[in-house]
């Protein structure tokens, strides 16, 4: 550990000299700009400079598309900036260029024979972590209330599946800015990793649910189920955002019995007891929310 004094620096300012041993490994420079942020910790201080400078070399020779998307993916969600992929073959790298446009703020700036760079541009959206989380949340509420506007159209119901890709690319683009080191709390961060993940298992849910509905004649009696996943969806969103709800209120949406209200109707629960038909992925969607409850707001009840 290094001790250092504070410095005057005008009438109501004081100042710190860097080491020089961080500066040099982080090639700062006058005029570089420094993140500094604060939690009960004390300062940290990082180097987004530092950070566009990660990168990696990965060969995808002989890698078919569900692969491709795999790597490409987790290399991206690690906060990697510069990527050198390897590659043999014209589909090879129809693939990869497929992925990269999928992926927010990635772009392929060269490509010789085999070998393509792939380098991250930055984006707005990348300035506010909170923000994005939120679109996240916004993005998924917006698919279940249109979803329950074309039950029972079935040419509809066909491309549906398409919705999941923006959910997919703001969860992807959240999970790199964790690893960018945007959130400053480490539980926090684990909590936000989590969440993210089963957010997008929801959207899974979701596509899964509209195929499965393509060829069922009554479809449309399940937009109150549907109507339930949003509203507690919603609920989470706003309980999240706002700090206006508990988790007890969640529980007893779903739990038959709760301990004070044993005689009072689990409305979301008493739906999916009756109908079973067809359900299987709203029941899951509607689980994970509770569960995202748990994640999200358990830390605030103990405060």
């Not at 700036?109 to 984006?123: A, Q, V, W």
């Not at 969806?233 to 706003?238: A, G, S, V, W």
């Not at 979301?268 to 748990?294: D, G, H, M, N, P």
Request: glycine share 4%.
């Amino acid at each position: 550990m290094q001790v250092r004094k504070l410095i005057a620096h005008g009438p109501s300012s004081l100042t710190i000299a860097l080491p020089h041993k961080w500066i040099k490994k982080h090639e700062l420079q006058k005029g570089d700009t420094l993140n500094i942020d604060e939690d009960e910790q004390g300062l940290r201080i990082t180097s987004s400079h530092s950070e566009r400078k990660k990168s990696l070399t990965i060969n995808l020779k002989s890698h078919d598309w569900p692969s491709t998307v795999s790597v490409l993916t987790t290399v991206y969600r690690r906060g990697y900036s510069e990527v050198v992929v390897l590659y043999e073959t014209s589909e090879e790298y129809q693939n990869i260029a497929t992925v990269v446009r999928n992926l927010l703020g990635f772009a392929i700036m060269e490509n010789k024979r085999g070998r393509c760079l792939i380098r991250s541009l930055p984006t707005e959206l990348e300035q506010d972590f909170n923000g994005l989380f939120r679109r996240v949340f916004l993005i998924l509420l917006q698919q279940l209330d249109d979803l329950k506007e074309i039950l029972g159209d079935k040419n509809a119901l066909k491309t549906f599946f398409h919705r999941d890709a923006d959910l997919n690319a703001l969860v992807n683009l959240s999970i790199r800015m964790i690893a960018q080191g945007y959130v400053n709390d480490r539980f926090a961060e684990l909590h936000f990793f989590h969440a993210l993940l089963v957010l997008e298992e929801c959207g899974d849910d979701i596509t899964r649910f509209t195929i499965e509905l393509q060829n069922y004649s009554e479809s449309a009696k399940l937009k109150k189920g549907v109507e339930h996943c949003s509203s507690l969806l919603r609920l989470l969103y706003e309980s999240h955002f706002q700090k206006n709800r508990g988790i007890q209120e969640f529980f007893s949406q779903y739990y038959l019995y709760w301990p004070g209200t044993k005689k009072v109707a689990a409305p979301v629960y008493e739906f999916f007891a009756k109908e079973t038909s067809k359900t299987f992925y709203l029941r899951s969607i509607i689980e994970k929310v509770i569960q995202l409850a748990e994640i999200l707001l358990l830390p605030q009840v103990e405060e």
